[in-house]
């Protein structure tokens, strides 16, 4: 990671750009490498710098989760959008996915008859320009559909005069330690069945399309054709903790300054403050995460609580308390939830010098 820049406010998101830049191309050389196409997921990001790098380093498109997200990339010049999302299109919605696919070419995410019914009826002729891609549920057990009722929807979108692309899935139970090789394992054999059912039944599939970051590097083209992940751009506490890379791999932490600290006695943990709450880190914390980040400067540390301004961070016995005025390194657990609560970013060169990246998609949660 790059040093905190002199006379920096905190608490400040700072972006590595050189670490940035490693891990796209990083990413993008693994997955051509599989014979697989990249299109990540900019919920993570949500800024035109890192996709233009994304695309520039071979990414076929974007993923995002909203209209809102679409529309800001493709005001941006992107041409193919896919919101792996299951929409229920209404009036708003519906005009502005009219104005999407004006710029670019549009995909969207359906698990349901009914949705397919739905955005048929609010798009009108407009809906036949849709490539519908239908959620697969492969094990997390959150949206989706079991690869046999995935034939109901294409059905019913192809009697809708709308076109089936291809089936998606998130794997997302992936994010677990010991749930990879399965996560891996459930997301190639639900996408395998429900493409076999949909092809038997004379669909032309086209696009097969999984991966969320801790699963990309172990993803090949047996069956997939694409992947959509999202946080590697950036890297975070849970992929630390997970064990799919390592600090010197995180391109984006919160500076943050040590306001109070207290060496504790028997009763009270040694311990610091420091000045970024989970109004700028976020307050995710998966059950088996040991805290609510981690402090770059020191990996052992934990975060233990965490209030709006305040994170406490429990410091190891054998290790000098950071002094007040210290400004830290923090590494949120879940990096997408940190970016979405900041208008900019610092984004900060390798010979030091620094730049402000708006976060042009914050807050398009519709």
Same mark, same amino acid.
């Given at each position: 990671?790059?040093?905190?820049?002199?006379?920096i406010?905190?608490p400040? @998101?700072?972006?590595? /750009?050189?670490?940035?830049?490693?891990?796209? #191309?990083k990413?993008a050389?693994?997955?051509?490498?599989?014979?697989?196409?990249l299109?990540?997921?900019?919920?993570?990001?949500?800024?035109?710098?890192?996709?233009?790098?994304?695309?520039?380093?071979?990414a076929?498109g974007?993923?995002?989760? &909203?209209?809102?997200?679409?529309l800001?990339?493709a005001?941006q +010049?992107?041409?193919k959008?896919f919101i792996?999302?299951?929409?229920?299109?209404?009036?708003?919605?519906?005009?502005?996915?009219q104005?999407?696919?004006?710029?670019?070419?549009?995909?969207?995410?359906?698990?349901?008859v009914?949705?397919?019914?739905?955005?048929?009826r609010?798009?009108?002729?407009?809906?036949?320009?849709?490539?519908?891609?239908i959620?697969? $549920?492969? +094990?997390?057990?959150r949206? +989706?559909?079991s690869?046999? $009722?995935?034939?109901a929807?294409a059905?019913?979108?192809? #009697?809708?005069?709308?076109r089936?692309?291809g089936v998606?899935?998130?794997?997302?139970?992936?994010?677990?330690?010991?749930? @990879?090789?399965k996560?891996?394992?459930?997301?190639?054999?639900?996408?395998?069945?429900?493409?076999?059912?949909?092809?038997?039944?004379?669909?032309?599939i086209?696009?097969?399309?999984?991966?969320?970051?801790?699963?990309?590097?172990?993803?090949?083209?047996?069956?997939?054709?694409?992947?959509?992940?999202?946080?590697?751009?950036?890297?975070d506490?849970?992929?630390?903790?997970?064990?799919?890379?390592?600090?010197?791999?995180i391109?984006?932490?919160?500076?943050?300054?040590?306001?109070?600290?207290?060496?504790?006695n028997?009763?009270?943990?040694?311990?610091?403050?420091v000045?970024?709450g989970?109004?700028?880190l976020? +307050? #995710?914390?998966p059950?088996?995460?040991s805290?609510?980040?981690?402090i770059?400067?020191?990996p052992?540390?934990?975060?233990?609580?965490?209030?709006?301004?305040?994170? &406490?961070?429990?410091?190891?016995?054998?290790l000098?308390?950071?002094?007040h005025?210290?400004?830290?390194? /923090? @590494?949120?657990?879940?990096?997408?939830?940190?970016?979405?609560?900041?208008?900019?970013?610092?984004?900060?060169?390798? #010979?030091?010098?620094s730049?402000?990246?708006?976060?042009?998609?914050?807050g398009?949660?519709?």
């Amino acid at each position: 990671m790059v040093l905190i820049p002199a006379g920096i406010s905190t608490p400040q @998101i700072m972006i590595d /750009v050189v670490q940035l830049e490693k891990n796209i #191309d990083k990413m993008a050389h693994r997955v051509a490498s599989q014979g697989l196409k990249l299109r990540p997921h900019a919920k993570t990001h949500k800024m035109p710098e890192v996709a233009s790098r994304q695309l520039e380093a071979g990414a076929v498109g974007l993923t995002v989760a &909203t209209v809102g997200e679409a529309l800001s990339f493709a005001l941006q +010049g992107v041409a193919k959008i896919f919101i792996a999302y299951p929409l229920w299109v209404d009036e708003s919605q519906a005009q502005r996915i009219q104005e999407l696919i004006k710029r670019a070419k549009l995909s969207i995410g359906v698990d349901s008859v009914q949705a397919v019914e739905q955005m048929a009826r609010m798009l009108g002729a407009q809906a036949s320009k849709i490539r519908l891609m239908i959620e697969i $549920d492969s +094990g997390h057990h959150r949206s +989706g559909v079991s690869p046999r $009722d995935a034939l109901a929807i294409a059905e019913s979108a192809r #009697d809708s005069g709308m076109r089936v692309q291809g089936v998606f899935t998130f794997p997302g139970h992936s994010y677990d330690p010991d749930g @990879i090789d399965k996560a891996v394992n459930d997301e190639h054999k639900a996408l395998a069945e429900a493409t076999r059912f949909l092809r038997e039944a004379g669909f032309s599939i086209k696009r097969i399309s999984g991966g969320s970051s801790p699963t990309a590097a172990l993803s090949d083209n047996s069956v997939l054709t694409e992947v959509r992940p999202g946080v590697y751009v950036f890297g975070d506490a849970q992929q630390f903790e997970l064990g799919r890379i390592g600090f010197d791999e995180i391109a984006l932490s919160v500076a943050a300054t040590v306001v109070s600290r207290h060496e504790g006695n028997d009763q009270i943990p040694r311990r610091i403050v420091v000045d970024a709450g989970s109004k700028i880190l976020g +307050g #995710d914390r998966p059950a088996w995460a040991s805290g609510y980040g981690r402090i770059l400067e020191c990996p052992e540390a934990r975060i233990s609580a965490l209030s709006e301004h305040h994170a &406490t961070v429990t410091w190891p016995e054998n290790l000098e308390l950071p002094a007040h005025g210290t400004q830290l390194q /923090v @590494i949120p657990n879940h990096v997408c939830q940190a970016v979405n609560l900041v208008d900019s970013v610092l984004a900060v060169n390798a #010979d030091g010098s620094s730049e402000q990246w708006d976060v042009a998609a914050r807050g398009l949660n519709f």
